[in-house]
């Protein structure tokens, strides 16, 4: 992994060679000093500022240097404020070297990370830095330590580990004559070997050969170089046999080939490479042979050639026995130490794989299974240098997991593989890239240090944590992202803000933070210490001006590069204190911005040790956006470059970099005064004349002061400074006029301009007339602009100072005598004398307001109504300027003044809010003016109205019950005993519900339950066997529970009664106490009990269960009638045995004969049944 790779898709920067003339602060965009260098060499990636005592420089990283043939990179010193700025490449590749180690210098990248460091050099870091172990190439980094002088001090590479190349192979070799054509036995030896490093110091060779006896073909230590191994190899020759002795080779290779007399070394890592055709014929061998090779920690390779198997046509099972011989002497995993290959032909084929599978064992490796700890490291990828501690971001560390490397005075710190992870969260940070950016926060509890992992559980993390007495992590923190890709934790910034050389803030980019379009926008989560300054507290998040994307469907949008969108936060700058306010600032770069072209913004810091929300300059790129890209990829901003006393940014981006000049910064204050401050066109003392007309005049006295910050500032020098004042501004024709105007014309505005140094003070005074006639609705409003004349030259104005002040000179009325003494009479009466609020409702209740005033003119006259929470305010009718304030609300009254005897009416609308449950409604209605009143008079200015208030009880009541129909038979056969069901008894299952009503409030409840217990003559109807309730719900079980009814058999009686219920009958009740909750049931199971009704007469009858609600608060709340009260009716009719009597049905049938007898002859003797004659029929047709 290359950090280009991967930032590179993530940013890069532009450089502003033509920049817009949009000045918002005191960055100046029209005169920077530009650096150019080539865009493809990146050329601008980072920056940083710098100065030693042959002068002050810009030193700019140019990663991809030396592209295309050799990316070394490198980085360059452009001198600043010397005529000349032409850059000059330092050479750091060249001159960055770490002894002992054969070094892979291209595409180390030198220049990708760029820090100052506090001994007053800098550090340049090459993450792609390597070096080979064998035929292995480790990406381990490497940072030069570079003095002020631009000497490196020394090379700094963590990663750097000693070569696990001190490996001593050997190959174990099958020659007996089954081994066809021996040639490729020897071409495979070769091309391993080719690839292999031969030395002493470097990996070592032994061979041995064997058929049915074994031979030490080649001493670990007889070839000290390549070549003399190849000549003796290329000639090496078969062994033959008619056996295969493998195990007494493997065993014989162990105890003779690793000895120290044929050149084995303690310290290498022992590797025997077994090769051979077939079955071996001491297979019984194996198991103390492999075991003892495990005790000798001999890491074993086998190789299993099927050539002679393919000849020979071997069965399946034949093959496979082979195979598993051959895997049973291989080291674990067999997956990574297993091979097989189908003839010696394509053997060859095979060398290249194990030499990587050999040589990856250089990496770290526990049980033969190899991973990387710190040989892939990338140390340097990012790095942060403080006083306490250099850090370096190891991305690669650990299978790329990643860590942070601490380099003190006196050690170099690697945290372990899983200090950084959470044991419970086994896969989230896999690959996480810990490391990829490295601060620092200096807090009263000591110093705190902090790693980004963008891709942590592909949504980012942010690492705070310490280090303990055993100098292990102890995580005090961590920080997750929230959008997956986001790469949440890629860039970090601690800042100091107060400068009390404690941080205060922790800024965390989330460049490729997906927008609304699906663009990278890009996010920037702001952090602030605790007072105890033990946590990092999220406060709010930074973005950038919103970017279209051209879509589909966009007309005229044309975009030559992708992806779209900002990237704002691809870099963050903390600089020292721009804007000259004692508060650090913070630069944030958004190199996508504008198609690729690129921007920087500008946030101050804010005395909350904070920064601003909103930006206070936008700094665009200038030129096309093709020799100069992604402007914004790197900031720096902590050096007065220019001898100005104020600091100066630098903003670097692919192909180039540019330095802003900071302007100095001056405060300018100020005031207006007027004589007099009050305006009475009855007071004669201020009475004046202009051109014939007489009114009063107002003196108006402008005083202005000047500051200028900086410390190196020109004394000499002055501002000019231009202001206008206007009179009632906002009024389409003014109630006054300046009286130094030329004009003949009334003139409202006047705008004047003057010199002045820093420290000086200088006022001046205007006078304006008023109009002869005024109205008194408003006072007269007098507006002060001012600002520089020349505004591109000289110190800029502070910001943080208005550049306008409005006051207003109140216009009296009083007669002829300066103060105004009032009398006002206030009078209110509610729409309502008490109230009953039903459920979910917002009932409306009115506020008649009447007042009046019975002295002098009462100015800004208001009402105020103070009420309870249980009522909320609409509006006032008619409307008025009424400010309403949770339980307050502030009407203005004929503003700016109620005039002697006048009065005022109007209507003040309130609703009830069920949220707030209370007895009564309060409101407390005052008048109150500026004016004076005598306190006498004070007595009819407030009125209490207190207005009782009951609210219907949010209660949902329900009742569900088995509406079964219960039928008896007269004679039918029953049981006394309880017992049997059916015989004795039907029950009857009632549940009771009781819901709250929305979001109203629901008082505690009593639910009462009343039912028909015996008949007249003390039989028994009806009895509860079980209640069951909800939690919370406790009922007084009667007495009649569980009862067993009497042994003796009923009383006959008549039940004459249609509906038996409480008042015919003897009933009993039981009674259930029902908490405040949102629901609550109770289940009740009724038996009837059969024999009574057996027995008794009757056809069809009812009894009626009541279940009633009550509750306590009565003086609050009141149940609404259709939740009083529920009534369930149980049905029980009665068949006759034996059906229906013989001479009922004879009697029946005559009587029904009798009625139709007696029909047709009433029909008969009316003369339904003759009919007309023969002939007359006749006559009427021949008619």
């Not at 090496?236 to 195990?247: E, I, R, S, V």
């Not at 004042?725 to 505005?749: Q, W």
Request: net charge negative; with cysteine; glycine share 8%.
């Amino acid at each position: 992994m290359q950090r280009y790779s991967q930032i590179f898709t993530l940013t890069a920067a532009a450089v502003a060679v033509l920049l817009t003339c949009v000045l918002s602060f005191n960055v100046d965009q029209k005169n920077s000093l530009s650096f150019s260098g080539p865009l493809d060499d990146m050329f601008g990636y980072t920056v940083q500022q710098f100065e030693n005592s042959e002068g002050k420089w810009v030193l700019i990283g140019s990663p991809h240097s030396g592209q295309p043939a050799k990316r070394t990179g490198d980085v360059y010193k452009c001198p600043v404020g010397r005529g000349d700025n032409k850059c000059v490449k330092l050479e750091l590749p060249k001159n960055t070297t770490v002894p002992n180690v054969h070094e892979v210098k291209e595409n180390m990248t030198m220049g990708t990370t760029l820090v100052n460091n506090p001994t007053g050099g800098f550090l340049a870091c090459g993450p792609q830095y390597g070096y080979m172990c064998g035929q292995q190439q480790y990406i381990s980094g490497v940072c030069a330590n570079v003095s002020s002088s631009f000497q490196i001090l020394s090379s700094i590479a963590p990663g750097v580990q000693n070569c696990s190349s001190n490996l001593d192979i050997v190959f174990v070799l099958d020659g007996s004559n089954s081994i066809y054509p021996w040639s490729s036995i020897v071409n495979f030896l070769v091309r391993f070997l080719e690839r292999v490093k031969i030395g002493p110091t470097l990996s070592q060779v032994g061979i041995v050969s064997y058929g049915e006896d074994v031979t030490h073909q080649v001493n670990l230590s007889q070839f000290n170089n390549n070549s003399e191994l190849l000549n003796f190899v290329k000639g090496l020759p078969q062994h033959t046999g008619t056996k295969t002795h493998t195990f007494l080779a493997i065993d014989a290779a162990r105890r003779e080939a690793f000895m120290p007399e044929r050149g084995a070394r303690p310290d290498a890592k022992k590797i025997m490479v077994i090769l051979t055709d077939g079955e071996s014929h001491d297979f019984y061998k194996q198991k103390r042979v492999i075991e003892e090779c495990e005790n000798d920690d001999i890491e074993r390779f086998g190789i299993a050639v099927l050539g002679y198997y393919n000849r020979e046509n071997k069965s399946e099972g034949e093959v496979q026995k082979f195979i598993d011989e051959i895997k049973s002497i291989s080291s674990e995993p067999t997956q990574d130490h297993f091979f097989n290959v189908s003839d010696e032909l394509v053997l060859v084929n095979l060398a290249d794989t194990l030499g990587k599978k050999i040589f990856a064992l250089e990496a770290t490796s526990g049980n033969f299974t190899s991973s990387f700890e710190m040989e892939m490291s990338q140390a340097g990828f990012s790095a942060h240098a403080s006083k306490e501690a250099l850090l370096l971001g190891a991305v690669g560390a650990y299978d790329w997991n990643g860590t942070v490397v601490m380099q003190t005075a006196g050690s170099t710190i690697t945290p372990e593989r899983d200090e950084f992870y959470d044991p419970k969260d086994r896969y989230g940070g896999l690959a996480g890239y810990f490391g990829y950016d490295v601060q620092s926060a200096f807090t009263p509890q000591g110093v705190l240090y902090i790693t980004g992992a963008p891709r942590y559980n592909h949504t980012g993390r942010v690492v705070i944590y310490r280090l303990n007495e055993d100098n292990r992590v102890d995580i005090v923190q961590t920080l997750n992202g929230e959008q997956i890709g986001s790469y949440f934790g890629s860039v970090l910034q601690s800042v100091d803000i107060n400068r009390d050389s404690f941080t205060d803030l922790l800024l965390v980019g989330a460049p490729m933070y997906m927008g609304p379009e699906r663009d990278e926008q890009g996010k920037v989560y702001i952090y602030k210490l605790n007072e105890r300054g033990s946590k990092f507290v999220h406060k709010f998040n930074l973005k950038p001006v919103n970017q279209s994307c051209c879509t589909a469907h966009s007309d005229g949008c044309i975009m030559k590069n992708e992806p779209c969108g900002a990237r704002f936060g691809t870099a963050i700058a903390a600089v020292s204190d721009l804007n000259l306010d004692g508060f650090n600032d913070v630069v944030i770069g958004a190199p996508f911005e504008n198609d690729h072209r690129g921007a920087a913004y500008i946030y101050h810091g804010s005395k909350d040790r904070s920064l601003k929300k909103d930006f206070v300059q936008h700094i665009p790129a200038g030129g096309d956006g093709d020799k100069v890209k992604f402007f914004g990829q790197s900031i720096h901003g902590i050096m007065d470059l220019n001898g100005d006393g104020i600091i100066d940014v630098t903003i670097g981006g692919l192909g180039g970099a540019s330095l802003f000049w900071s302007r100095d910064v001056a405060e300018l204050h100020a005031n207006m005064t007027f004589d007099p401050v009050k305006i009475n066109l009855q007071q004669a003392q201020y009475q004046c004349e202009h051109r014939g007309r007489k009114s009063v005049c107002v003196k108006t006295t402008v005083c202005f002061d000047y500051l200028v910050k900086s410390d190196k500032k020109d004394i000499d020098s002055y501002a000019e400074i231009r202001y206008n004042i206007t009179l009632d501004a906002m009024r389409a024709k003014a109630r006054a006029s300046f009286t130094d105007t030329d004009s003949d014309k009334s003139d409202r505005r006047m705008t004047k301009t003057f010199n002045i140094k820093d420290q000086e003070k200088k006022c001046m005074m205007e006078t304006f007339i008023m109009s002869a006639q005024l109205d008194f609705r408003d006072p007269l409003s007098v507006t002060l602009d001012f600002g520089l004349v020349h505004e591109d030259q000289g110190p800029i104005l502070d910001e943080n100072l208005p550049k306008s002040i409005t006051k207003k000179i109140p216009l009296v009325d009083c007669g002829d005598h300066e103060r105004c003494i009032t009398d006002l009479s206030l009078k209110a009466e509610p729409s309502e004398k008490s109230m009953l609020i039903p459920l979910n409702s917002k009932d409306k209740i009115d506020v008649n307001i009447d007042i009046s005033n019975k002295k002098d003119s009462a100015y800004n006259t208001k009402v105020i109504l103070n009420f309870t929470p249980n009522i909320n305010y609409v509006k006032v009718e008619p409307e008025k300027q009424c400010t309403p304030n949770q339980t307050r609300v502030e009407c203005e009254v004929r503003y700016p003044f109620l005039g002697s005897n006048d009065e005022d009416h109007f209507k003040v609308k309130f609703e009830t809010d069920s949220s707030h449950i209370q007895e009564k409604i309060h409101i407390n209605v005052t008048a109150v003016s500026d004016s004076e009143e005598h306190h006498s008079t004070l007595y009819d200015n407030n009125v209490q109205i207190s207005i009782p208030v009951k609210y219907e009880a949010g209660v949902i009541f329900t009742v569900d019950y088995t509406d079964e129909h219960i039928i008896v038979k007269d004679g039918e056969q029953y049981s006394l005993k309880d017992t049997d069901t059916g015989m004795t008894f039907e029950e009857v299952n009632i549940t009771y519900t009781l819901e709250k009503a929305g979001n109203t409030f629901t008082p505690p409840l009593q639910l009462t339950v009343t039912y028909p217990h015996l008949s007249p003559l003390t039989n028994l109807l009806l009895f509860p066997t079980h209640i069951v309730s909800s939690a919370g719900v406790k009922c007084n079980h009667p007495d009649k529970v569980h009862q067993t009814a009497k042994q003796h058999k009923p009383k006959k009686e008549t039940l004459s009664v249609f509906l038996l219920q409480c008042g015919q009958t003897g009933c009993e009740s039981f009674s259930c106490s029902i908490p405040k909750t949102n629901k609550s049931q109770v289940h009740v199971t009724f038996k009837v009990w059969k024999p009574t009704f057996i027995e008794g007469e009757f056809s069809s009858l009812h009894m009626v269960v009541n279940a009633s609600l009550t509750f306590k608060q009565t003086h609050l709340f009141e149940l609404g009638s259709n939740a009083k009260s529920r009534s369930v009716k149980i049905q029980v009719s009665k068949e006759t045995v034996g059906g229906i009597p013989i001479w009922i049905i004879i009697i029946s049938i005559l009587i029904g004969l009798l009625i139709l007898a007696l029909v047709i002859f009433i029909l008969w003797k009316l003369g339904f049944f003759k009919r007309k004659s023969r002939d007359f029929s006749k006559e009427e047709m021949s008619e």
